[in-house]
């Protein structure tokens, strides 16, 4: 007997509860497969109201104010050195010591001669004055009294010489010991005991510096000489940071600006002068300058890396209070690589996004990393201490 399917009345339900149970179960699959979007991680700075220096960078070299390359001024053999290299002198100090005795016996010898000269002179004033009178008498003739006057006038001349080469034994004698004529820091000793030192040399036995205070030379461009000219003053501050990177700043004060820009390089020196009691500038170093023009009083900075450009302009992101990211056109009136003040666009207390904002669109939920000031963000100065702006 044939096997009989059961009719289309009792099929339809089944299958439409087969279809709803299908539709349940794409529709659980379908929520579970549309994760959320993750958030980019950013870090952030606030904008802040400062006051702002207006400066000018360079790089410099340290320069003493005062340097002596000590040579002799006579010959002979060197029997004392009177200092340590690396000593601090004082001017007029004892450096080195000559043979004193051959200008001693130069100089006994020159004064044994000019006693004798003075002797003869004197008696050759008193014949010609006596040979005045006969003359005058008509007991002498013109012949003798020409040849007296004329040896009195020889033998003065001569004692005249005679001093003048007691006065050059003494200095001779004086020159043997060599002292320093500044003060400063002395340096390598290029002779030594026993040495025979020619005189007037061009090699000098030792350099002598002076390194408190001391000067630091750089150099500007020529499109900086207006601003340098209009805020000039007596008061104008330099600083100079001895190495990249490093934190520490030394303050001096401009004392010179070269009067000519130099045609060949296109720029034109200036120098600052800093106390120097600890030696931290030392001669011919190479250090970083910052010549500070002005101070700008309140004024909005945030982090230059805060900061970038499009193509209608420069821009940030903000940070909203629910944490979207959001493009704001600013207006920035100066930078440099740790700070740019803002002209327009922020109001201190905003909060923009420094590191990160190049992955993230308008409105992109963000999670910020960690709370960072606008000195650690933008490159390691102190908060409350901006190094400033270049013009």
Known sequence: MSQRFPSLPFRRPLALLASAALTLAAGGCAEKSAPRAPRSSVTVAPAERRDMPVDLIASGTVDPI??????????????????QEGDDVRAGQALVELDARPFRATLAQVTAALARDRAQAAVARAEAARAAQLH???????????????????????????SAAVQRAKLDLEYATIRSPIAGRAGEVKVHVGDYVKAAT????????????????????????????????????????????????LEGRLVFVDNAVDPATGAFALKGRFANPDGRLWPGAF??????????????????????????GTYVY?????????????????????????AEGLQPGEVVITDGQFRLAPGSKVVVRGPASAGAAGGGGKPGEPRGAKR
């Open 66 to 83: 005062e340097s002596a390359s000590i040579g002799s001024q006579v010959g002979g053999m060197v029997t004392r050195i009177a200092f």
């Open 136 to 162: 005058a008498q008509q007991l002498l003739s013109q012949a003798d009294f020409d040849a007296k006057q004329a040896a009195a006038e020889a033998l003065a001349a001569a004692v005249a010489a005679d």
């Open 202 to 249: 061009s090699e000098p036995l030792v350099t002598v510096n002076h390194v408190d205070p001391i000067d630091v030379r750089f150099t500007l461009p020529e499109a900086d000489v207006a601003a340098v000219r209009r805020h000039r003053a007596a008061g104008t501050r330099v600083f100079a940071r001895l190495a990249a990177g490093d934190s520490t700043e």
């Open 287 to 312: 250090v970083e300058v910052r010549l500070e023009l002005e101070r700008q009083k309140d004024v909005v900075v945030v982090p230059s890396v805060a900061v970038s450009a499009g193509q209608k």
């Open 318 to 342: 903000v940070l909203g209070a629910d944490s979207t990211a959001s493009p704001r056109p600013v207006k920035v009136a100066r930078s440099d690589d740790e700070f740019a003040v803002i």
